[in-house]
Every structure is written in C-alpha cells, then in structure tokens.
C-alpha cells in the first residue's frame, strides 16, 4: 500500500493537500457521477426523479447509521496513531468495521420487509413513479453493506494519512457505475431496459467492486490490517468509545435525513415536478458541500493526529487556512448558482412546467453555499478533536427549524419559501459554529498549555 501523508511534521498546507486532494477529487468523481445519474434518469422523466429522490431518502438515512461506526473509528484511529499506539488503532479499526456490518445487516433486512410503508410515508400522486421509488428501495437499501463497508475502509485509510486508495478504489467503481447506468436503464441488444431499477442494480453493483479493491488494496499494510480480521468480537470497551464519538454525528445525519423527509413530504403537496426538482437540484448544490466534505475529512485526520501528538498551534494554522480556501470554494459556487441557474438546470430537466422551479431552488440555495462551507469545515475541525457534540448541537437545531420555517414560508413565498427556510437554516448554522469554535480556541486549556488559565 502507498506511503501515509505526514500529517505531524513540516509545513502544514503540503500535508493537508497530499490527504485532502485526492480526497476531494474523489468527491468531484462522486458529483460527477450523481450529475451523471440525474442525467440519464431524467431522461425518462422528471416521475423517474421523483422515484429516486424518494427512495434515496432512505439511503441517505441509513448513512448515519454508517457515519456512527465510520467517525468514530476515524477520530479513535487518527488519535492513536498520533500518539503512537498502533495495537489500540488496530483495535477501534476492527470493532468499527464489525458494528458497520451489524448496523448494515440489520437495516438491509427492515428495508426489505417494510419497503412498502416507508415510501408511502411521502404521498407520491403516480402509481409507477411508487413502484419505481419501491424497487430503488428494495435494492440500494436491502444490499447496503457494501456502501457501509466502503465508507469505513474511507474513513480508516484517511485515518492512516492515505487518501490515495480510496481515491483509486472508488473512481473505478464510480467510471464502472457510469458504463452500467445507461446499459442497465434502457438497455442494450439482449439487456433488458430496466429504468429506475437498473439505475438501483447498477449503483450496488460499482458499490461491491468498490469493497472487493478496498480488500485487495489493504493486504499489503502492516499498519493496522495486518492480523486483521472482519467477522469476530466485539470490544466493549473501543465499541463504547467509538459509539460515544460517533452517535452526536450519526444522530445529525440521521436527523438532518428525517427532516428532509418531512421537507421533501411537505413539497410533494406542490407536485411530483417539485420533488424533482428538489432532487435534482440537490445533486446540482454537492458541487459545494461534496467538496467541502472531502476537504473537512482531510482536516479531520490532520487535527485528529496532532492532537494525540499534543500539537495545538498545528491545528489552529491548520484550520485557519483550511477555512481560507473553503471560503474561496463556497463564494465560487454561490457564484456560479445563482449567474447560470437556467443553463444548469436545462442539462437535467427541460420539461417547461419544472424548469422555473429549478432556476428558483438554484439561485435562492446559490445564497447559503458559502455558509455551508463554513459548517462542514469547521464541523470536521471540530470531530478531529473528537468533539463531534457542538456540531451535531447546531446542525440539529437549526435543520429542525426548517419545518416550521417552511409551513410558514410557503404561505408567503409560495414554493419558494421552502428553499428560503434551507438558505436562512444554513446561513445560521455555518455562522454560529464558526463562532463556536473560535470560542474553543480561545478557552479551551490544549490550545494555551503555557497559559496559567
């Protein structure tokens, strides 16, 4: 396996930059892909969208049980090899592994057995655009072991200071899921068209290739996976660590998945093109928090390891100029929303009756990217130290608001006051734990050791 960054020794921005670029090409890759998905699913119809938007919910939801078992190993393994304890990260990198493929069996088994009821939960108005969303629902979620499986070999490795292999390893399963997208939707001499279903087997399908190179990938290390084993006992002790780090995130996620459920629910009232255009539009705004997510990771691993290494000042430089370039990325992309709304959303959908709702979400969410970016980076700065609380504390209260903030703002601003409780929600929240950690830095004993206070 290739070389770990040296994330404890030298001049901070090459260090951060060997972990955090290939990560976030990775994430341009990922973007990629999910524009490239849209695309062709959009090409059977903004129903077809809806379907996916709905049943991804549940995807998305299951990530947070995923996230529990990922950042805490992350943050666990990233402190021990900082200080130099390499059997006790061999140890949380195992039990994270084992409660990911607990947490992954038994959501993959309530998904197959009350798919049905979930996707009812949203009140979809077409027959087949439910029977599409069931499908989707049945397959990604009832085989989502290897979507958990990949996020924690992701998580481990970044860990490790190698971001390269996660790199190499998804982009292949990402360039594999874009060949079977179009072959598997609408099919090819003697491969049936398989529409949303297809999209759903041909998303699993790069998601195991992607688990069977991360295997191969990590046989040579002698860091953590030699020895290493999958199936076996859990630690009570390392699990408990790693749940205790890990629940405030997972909660978040999970939570934030709730929420935009009953967000997305709340839109259904507006039609199913409203829902297509929440999900499509939602894919068009990862160009900056995908991105900004890749990067927090990167800052995760470098804050987690200096401060096992008892490094404070590192992870203050550290964050400030992570902050700067996330800055620079967020006003881009606000930039580029709200200049070019049409041209962009006219590559997904062209149905004239959609189109407008999707300048609208463009340039109302283009206002909240910056802010965005500032969450997720301070958020990651925040889990390296392994204060993954005040994040999920701010990203939980102000996503909730967005529930009453969009019953009472469609009053006003009709649909588009649903986009406005998401922009104002963000805006709070990047601006507020900013501020938060700037309070940490200032009061917290491990950045002042040579302070009498």
């Known amino acids: 396996m290739k070389r770990n960054a040296n994330l404890l020794d030298g001049p901070i921005f090459p260090a951060l930059s060997a972990l955090a670029l290939p990560i976030m090409a990775t994430s341009f890759i990922q973007m990629a892909y999910n524009l490239t998905d849209m695309i062709w699913i959009g090409r059977i119809g903004s ?65 197959i057995l009350c798919g049905k009821m979930m996707i009812s939960f949203f009140h979809l108005n077409s027959a087949q655009v439910i029977s599409d969303a069931q499908n989707y629902l049945f397959v990604t979620c009832g085989l989502v072991i290897f979507s958990f499986l990949n996020q924690i070999y992701t ?29 598997l939707i609408f099919g090819f001499g003697v491969i049936p068209a398989l529409g949303v279903l297809g999209a759903g087997i041909a998303t699993v399908a790069a998601q195991a290739v992607v688990t069977l190179l991360f295997v191969l990938i990590v046989r040579g290390d002698t860091i953590l996976f030699d020895h290493f084993h999958l199936l076996g006992s859990l630690s009570k002790k390392h699990s408990k660590e790693i749940f205790r780090i890990g629940l405030p995130t997972a909660l978040q996620s999970m939570l934030f998945s709730c929420i935009s459920m009953f967000i997305a629910r709340i839109i259904a009232d507006w039609g199913d093109g409203a829902v297509a255009v929440q999900k499509v539009g939602s894919q068009i705004e990862s160009i900056s928090w995908m991105t900004s997510e890749g990067y927090a990771a990167a800052l995760n691993s470098f804050v987690a390891q200096n401060y096992g290494a008892k490094n404070p000042q590192r992870i203050h430089y550290g964050y400030r100029l992570s902050m700067t370039m996330m800055l620079v990325w967020g006003l881009l992309c606000s930039a580029m929303l709200i200049v070019f709304p049409e041209f962009i959303f006219h590559i997904f959908i ?35 130290l392994g204060k993954t609380l005040p994040p999920s504390i701010i990203s939980i209260t102000l996503t909730s608001a967005r529930i009453p903030m969009a019953y009472a703002l469609q009053k006003v601003w009709g649909l588009n006051g649903i986009w406005w409780s998401i922009t104002i929600s963000s805006i709070l929240k990047g601006t507020i734990l900013f501020q938060w950690f700037r309070f940490v830095i200032h009061k917290d004993p491990f950045f002042h050791p040579n302070s009498e206070n």
Do not use: H
């Not at 998580?155 to 997208?181: E, P, Q, R, Y």
């Open 155 to 183: 998580g481990i490795l970044t860990a490790m200071g190698n971001s390269k292999a996660s790199f190499v390893a998804t982009t292949i399963g990402l360039v594999l899921n874009i060949v079977l997208d179009p072959l």
């Open 47 to 111: 129903g077809a969208v809806a379907s996916v938007g709905a049943a991804g919910m549940f995807m998305w939801f299951s990530n947070g049980l995923a996230t529990l078992a990922k950042m805490g190993g992350q943050i666990k393994v990233g402190q021990a090899l900082g200080a130099d304890q390499k059997e006790e990260a061999r140890i949380y990198a195992a039990n994270s592994f084992r409660m990911a493929i607990l947490f992954a069996l038994a959501f993959g088994l309530i998904s």
């Open 350 to 384: 062209q149905e004239s009756d959609v189109l407008p709702m999707g300048v609208d979400y463009l340039r109302i969410l283009g206002v909240s990217q910056l802010f965005m970016c500032m969450e997720i980076t301070t958020a990651g700065a925040f889990d390296g």
